[in-house]
Nanobody
Framework: VQLQACGGGLVQPGGSLRLSCAAS????????MGWSRQAPGKQRELVAS???????NYADSVQGRFTISRDNGKNTVYLQMNSLKPEDTAVYYC???????????????WGQGTLVTVSS
Protein backbone atom coordinates (compact mmCIF):
# COMPACT_ATOMS: atom_id res chain seq x y z
CA VAL A 1 0.00 0.00 0.00
CA GLN A 2 1.37 3.40 -0.91
CA LEU A 3 0.35 7.00 -1.44
CA GLN A 4 1.54 9.04 -4.40
CA ALA A 5 1.16 12.81 -4.26
CA CYS A 6 1.48 15.23 -7.14
CA GLY A 7 0.51 18.73 -8.22
CA GLY A 8 3.03 20.94 -6.48
CA GLY A 9 4.95 23.68 -8.18
CA LEU A 10 5.72 27.38 -8.33
CA VAL A 11 2.82 29.82 -8.23
CA GLN A 12 2.52 33.56 -7.74
CA PRO A 13 0.84 35.03 -4.68
CA GLY A 14 -2.91 34.99 -5.15
CA GLY A 15 -2.72 32.03 -7.48
CA SER A 16 -4.13 28.50 -7.20
CA LEU A 17 -2.86 24.95 -7.21
CA ARG A 18 -4.55 21.58 -6.89
CA LEU A 19 -2.77 18.74 -5.17
CA SER A 20 -3.84 15.14 -5.54
CA CYS A 21 -2.82 11.99 -3.74
CA ALA A 22 -3.75 8.50 -4.85
CA ALA A 23 -3.59 5.36 -2.76
CA SER A 24 -2.62 2.15 -4.51
CA UNK A 25 -1.93 -1.46 -3.69
CA UNK A 26 -4.02 -3.99 -1.80
CA UNK A 27 -6.54 -1.80 0.03
CA UNK A 28 -9.50 -3.06 2.01
CA UNK A 29 -10.65 0.29 3.38
CA UNK A 30 -9.58 3.91 3.73
CA UNK A 31 -10.62 5.95 6.74
CA UNK A 32 -9.56 9.55 7.21
CA MET A 33 -7.34 11.21 4.61
CA GLY A 34 -5.61 14.55 4.75
CA TRP A 35 -2.74 16.87 4.12
CA SER A 36 -0.05 18.30 6.31
CA ARG A 37 2.82 20.61 5.42
CA GLN A 38 6.26 21.49 6.61
CA ALA A 39 7.88 24.81 5.85
CA PRO A 40 11.66 25.29 6.12
CA GLY A 41 12.70 25.51 9.74
CA LYS A 42 9.20 24.84 11.03
CA GLN A 43 7.35 21.89 12.46
CA ARG A 44 4.94 19.89 10.36
CA GLU A 45 1.38 21.12 10.72
CA LEU A 46 -1.97 19.63 9.79
CA VAL A 47 -3.57 21.55 6.93
CA ALA A 48 -6.82 19.72 6.27
CA SER A 49 -8.47 16.38 6.84
CA UNK A 50 -11.53 14.55 5.57
CA UNK A 51 -13.28 11.53 7.02
CA UNK A 52 -14.67 8.58 5.10
CA UNK A 53 -18.04 10.31 5.44
CA UNK A 54 -16.58 13.53 3.96
CA UNK A 55 -16.58 15.61 7.11
CA UNK A 56 -13.77 18.13 6.84
CA ASN A 57 -11.48 20.04 9.14
CA TYR A 58 -9.06 22.86 8.34
CA ALA A 59 -6.24 24.72 9.99
CA ASP A 60 -7.19 28.30 10.82
CA SER A 61 -4.46 29.55 8.50
CA VAL A 62 -6.08 27.99 5.42
CA GLN A 63 -9.78 28.15 6.32
CA GLY A 64 -11.73 29.71 3.48
CA ARG A 65 -8.86 29.39 0.99
CA PHE A 66 -8.23 25.64 0.81
CA THR A 67 -10.74 22.90 0.08
CA ILE A 68 -10.16 19.22 0.71
CA SER A 69 -12.17 16.54 -1.10
CA ARG A 70 -11.94 12.86 -1.90
CA ASP A 71 -13.00 10.43 -4.58
CA ASN A 72 -13.55 7.11 -2.87
CA GLY A 73 -13.87 5.29 -6.20
CA LYS A 74 -10.37 6.41 -7.13
CA ASN A 75 -8.90 6.18 -3.60
CA THR A 76 -7.74 9.76 -4.07
CA VAL A 77 -7.72 12.88 -1.93
CA TYR A 78 -7.42 16.40 -3.32
CA LEU A 79 -6.43 19.77 -1.93
CA GLN A 80 -7.60 22.80 -3.87
CA MET A 81 -5.52 25.77 -2.78
CA ASN A 82 -6.71 29.26 -3.72
CA SER A 83 -5.48 32.74 -2.81
CA LEU A 84 -2.06 31.34 -2.08
CA LYS A 85 0.32 33.34 0.09
CA PRO A 86 4.10 33.19 0.42
CA GLU A 87 3.64 31.67 3.88
CA ASP A 88 1.94 28.68 2.26
CA THR A 89 5.32 27.68 0.83
CA ALA A 90 6.12 24.22 2.15
CA VAL A 91 6.41 20.56 1.33
CA TYR A 92 2.92 19.12 1.42
CA TYR A 93 2.40 15.54 2.56
CA CYS A 94 -0.75 13.50 2.15
CA UNK A 95 -1.73 10.80 4.60
CA UNK A 96 -4.42 8.18 4.99
CA UNK A 97 -5.56 5.66 7.56
CA UNK A 98 -5.92 2.39 5.68
CA UNK A 99 -6.47 -1.32 6.07
CA UNK A 100 -4.66 -3.56 3.61
CA UNK A 101 -6.90 -6.53 4.40
CA UNK A 102 -10.09 -6.87 6.42
CA UNK A 103 -8.26 -8.35 9.42
CA UNK A 104 -5.47 -5.75 9.41
CA UNK A 105 -5.49 -2.88 11.88
CA UNK A 106 -5.87 0.62 10.51
CA UNK A 107 -2.41 2.05 9.85
CA UNK A 108 -1.28 5.53 8.91
CA UNK A 109 0.44 5.88 5.57
CA TRP A 110 2.21 8.96 4.23
CA GLY A 111 2.95 10.15 0.73
CA GLN A 112 6.38 11.29 -0.38
CA GLY A 113 5.67 15.02 -0.28
CA THR A 114 5.27 17.60 -3.00
CA LEU A 115 6.81 21.07 -2.91
CA VAL A 116 4.62 24.15 -3.19
CA THR A 117 6.41 27.45 -3.65
CA VAL A 118 4.47 30.71 -3.59
CA SER A 119 6.63 33.53 -4.87
CA SER A 120 6.60 36.39 -7.33
Amino acid sequence: VQLQACGGGLVQPGGSLRLSCAASGSIFSINAMGWSRQAPGKQRELVASITSGSSTNYADSVQGRFTISRDNGKNTVYLQMNSLKPEDTAVYYCYAGMQGRSWDPVRSYWGQGTLVTVSS
